[in-house]
């Protein structure tokens, strides 16, 4: 009885030594077509730039992120969230320079507060020509 309880126990490690090998063996061959696919693709670029490769400047990078907080105010606005929640987001709250985590934390409470319904469009135009305008000289 116990020959017979070990011999199932062998058989059994065996199967499983040679799932795990087999398993192994397609991980290595898939991981190897992804290596290969990477470094074609990273051999060839394409010859068309589009929008999002093109280097961006610090203006429009923070444009962006005045987007991003006047999005995020109308959503918390529509939700019924309270104002401090929008301040304590992370674009506001770990900006380092106190005076553009001023600027930022009053895009947020001017679109807090905005009643009427404006499209995505819309809101991008207005966000970037108050911050293309403050960024002016």
């Known amino acids: 009885m116990i020959f017979l309880r070990w011999g199932i126990f062998g058989i059994l490690a065996v199967a499983g030594l040679l799932f795990v090998y087999n398993s192994s ?3 290595a061959a898939r991981h190897e077509r992804v ?3 990477a470094s074609a693709a990273g051999a ?3 010859a068309t730039a589009t ?6 400047t610090p ?16 959503e918390a606005h529509r939700d019924a969230e ?3 929640r929008v301040l304590r987001m992370r674009e506001i709250a770990f900006e380092e320079d106190a005076e553009r ?7 947020a409470h001017r679109w807090f507060v905005y009643d009427l319904d404006i499209d995505a469009p819309a809101l991008r135009r207005a966000v970037y ?3 293309e305008a403050l960024k002016k000289p």
């Not at 203006?59 to 109308?74: G, P």
């Not at 985590?101 to 895009?107: A, D, F, Q, Y």
């Open 101 to 107: 985590r001023r600027r930022l934390s009053g895009v």
């Open 129 to 131: 020509s108050e911050c």
């Open 35 to 37: 290596a290969a696919a």
């Open 82 to 84: 309270p104002m401090d």
């Open 59 to 74: 203006i429009v990078v923070a444009c962006e992120v005045e987007l991003t907080v006047a999005q995020r105010a109308i």
């Open 51 to 56: 929008a999002d490769d093109a280097p961006r």
């Open 44 to 46: 060839a670029p394409t």
């Open 25 to 27: 063996k397609s991980l």
